[in-house]
């Protein structure tokens, strides 16, 4: 049975951090390469952070240079580091795994940036 199991977010102040983990269960993790995509209300889903099988990564325009994303392969873990939070990073972030024709998506965890 696929789990991915977010973990980390919560309500923070402007300009403050969280670490959002996903750990993964029942995929070969080291194949996969690991998402983030962020929902906010009334709008679609968007990719916030990618990074490969490989290890090479990337983060869209509006969190560049606040945002980062790493993994554990040895842990079966992703996580997204993010820092100078926004009001506007308010959202549903979710956890996906994609390998071929094989997508999986994690439950969700809510980040909610206000004062």
């Known amino acids: 049975q696929v789990q991915l199991v977010e973990s980390g977010g919560g309500l923070v102040q402007p300009g403050g951090s969280l670490r959002l983990s996903c750990a993964a269960s029942?995929?070969?993790?080291?194949?996969?390469?690991m998402g983030w995509y962020r929902q906010a209300p009334g709008k679609q889903r968007e990719l916030v952070a990618l990074?490969?099988?490989?290890?090479?990564?990337s983060v869209i325009d509006s969190v560049k240079g606040r945002f980062t994303i790493s993994r554990d392969n040895g842990k079966n873990t992703v996580y997204l580091q993010m820092n100078n939070l926004k009001p506007e990073d308010t959202a549903t972030y979710y956890c996906?795994?994609?390998?071929?024709?094989?997508?999986?998506w994690g439950q969700g965890t809510q980040v909610t940036v206000s004062a």
């Open positions: 996906n795994g994609r390998w071929i024709n094989y997508d999986y």
């Open positions: 029942g995929i070969t993790f080291n194949l996969y390469n």
């Open positions: 990074i490969l099988s490989s290890g090479a990564a």
